[in-house]
């Protein structure tokens, strides 16, 4: 939709909530058996193979204490060294083996966050804006990326290591177990102060970080306008704004952090001593050996580093979860029939378009951007839009491509209602074309084929021949194989329409909307790409929303748009006899011309 037509403030993506974001990770595990196994064995031997050389070192204590040979002592310690090789290597692999099942998740998470991206409906990427769809396919995916490196190999083999290593003060002695898990109120208060508070935090710092990347995108695509209303001071001040904005969260999760560090540490604290004084009284009372009460506080001591490690990492980890579920939040937002593959082939022959009682408006406006609307154009007929900015053109257009549904009336395409069809069914029916045409990097052949994948090279030479635009691409080095887009050919404003408009030919759909797609063309290229632009439309149903007023003076009818209402309809002749707000446009336009 065109920015200068009244809309609200734009939402963001949906966010899914931490069950839904588990059940997606157990439902894609669940679907690795073989590697899920491998990576759950090599980490619980790792942790058990670092827990083993803590009790054989209580054994070596009670041999001293007991006067055991000496060969026992060396055999101890040969264990020793055994359990700590052995405990390397499956370390290792566990490492090895959580990062490889974490790359395969991300990429399937990646692959279906963008498929469902690509398939939402145009009008909601519209209104969300393109700073948080990018965020979210870029920076969430950069962040669990380096989270799946870092932070959740090392938080799941730590927790592992946690578990094993209160499993074996429980199996000393019952007392020493208990001992040690009274020191679990306090990790849990810690925690039940930190994770509430911490979730939200992350979210605003992520969405402070999409804002920002909205404000650099929306400065750097308008940077022509920006320059020639020297916006630019504006424009930086704003990305200042957004940037200290980021900084600010990121000082505050820093801060945050720290404060729960210290609860930690009071926690490690209670469980050490109450581990010391019940360990004491039970040798006292000869309820433990001498070995098994200093293997208890070494075990808890164990425990320090994987604690750290988590805190330390807990960071990271929860960075990770926030785009976790900012991810596969992005999976809810389109239905299964919206995702791109889904083609419909369009019946032969020409369709009418019949616009009838549509109004529509943008969430919480006040007012509706249409009012009750009534078109007709016939099978094979073209009609131009014109109006003022701000009339409503560009919304207009867009619902009639079937991006967006009215609040009231409906748009229909022969007997079809577009509101009765996924985008790959409007699709079919109708192609649009506006001012933002992008080539995309490679050969030009590729980019043609985009919108029609199996045409041939001759096929494609047909459709450059029909806009015009065959003799400069059998000038180019490589023909249609020329590499063209960043990095290739450049190409000016008329071919990069020009190309537009062989996919609109190669696309075949019945009905085709065009919303000032020569605008940007120039005025030396204008009349050319006009006589592409009829030749491309030839027998096909057709919307213009005109931005030069010789374009919509070859159109069948022209309808006059003014605040949202149908003003005028009428040829150009009987418009301009009617000497009614077409009249003053063109006279308007065409003293501007003759200035």
Known sequence: MSATETRAAPAILRTATGREATRWVAAHTRELPGLTTATVLTTVAGAALQVLPVFLLGQVVDGVVAGEAQSILVTIGALMVAAVLLGSGATAASTYL??????????????????????????????????DVLSRVGDDVAVLSKGIRTAIPTVFSSGVLVAIATA??????????LAGACALPAYALALRWYLPRSAPLYQRQREAQADRAQ???????????????????????????????????????????????????????????????????????????????????????RLFNPLGAIMFTFDEAQKSGASLTRLVGVLSEAPEERLV?????????????????????????????????DLAIPAGGSLALVGATGAGKTT???????????????????STDLAELDEAGARALVSILTQETHVFSGPLADDLRLAAPEATDAELMDALRTVGADTWVTALPDGLDTMVGEGGERLDGTKVAQIALARLVLGRAPVVV???????????????????????????????????????MAADRIAVLDAGRVVEQGTHEELVAMGGRYADLWRAWREGNSS
């Open 98 to 131: 959580i990062g490889r099942l974490g790359a395969e998740l991300l990429a399937r998470l990646r692959e279906a966050a963008v498929r469902a991206v690509l398939g939402m409906p145009s009008a909601r990427i519209e209104q969300v804006g393109r700073g």
């Open 168 to 177: 074996g003060m429980f199996g000393l002695d019952w007392r020493l177990g």
């Open 215 to 301: 404000a650099l995108i929306s400065g750097l695509d308008g940077i022509g306008t920006v320059r020639a209303y020297r916006l630019e001071e504006a424009f930086r001040e704003q990305v200042t704004r957004e940037s200290w904005r980021v900084r600010d969260l990121g000082v505050e999760v820093f801060r945050f952090f720290g404060r729960f560090v210290g609860r930690e540490n009071r926690a490690e604290f209670i469980g050490l001593v109450l581990i010391i004084v019940v360990g004491y009284v039970l040798l006292e009372a000869d309820a433990v050996t001498l070995g098994e009460a200093s293997v208890a506080p070494l075990l808890f001591h």
């Open 341 to 373: 593959g889904h083609t419909v082939v369009a019946a032969a022959g020409s369709y009418p378009v019949t616009v009838a009682g549509l109004t529509f408006g943008y969430p919480d406006s006040e007012q509706p951007v249409l009012r009750e609307v």
């Open 396 to 414: 207009l257009a867009a619902l009639i491509a079937g991006i967006g549904t009215p609040q009231a009336g409906s748009v229909r395409i022969g």
């Open 514 to 552: 065009l919303d000032e797609s020569t605008a940007e063309a120039g005025s030396q290229g204008a009349a050319e790409l006009e006589r592409a632009v009829s030749a491309a439309c030839q027998g096909r149903t057709t919307l213009f929303v005109a931005h030069r007023l010789t374009q919509a």
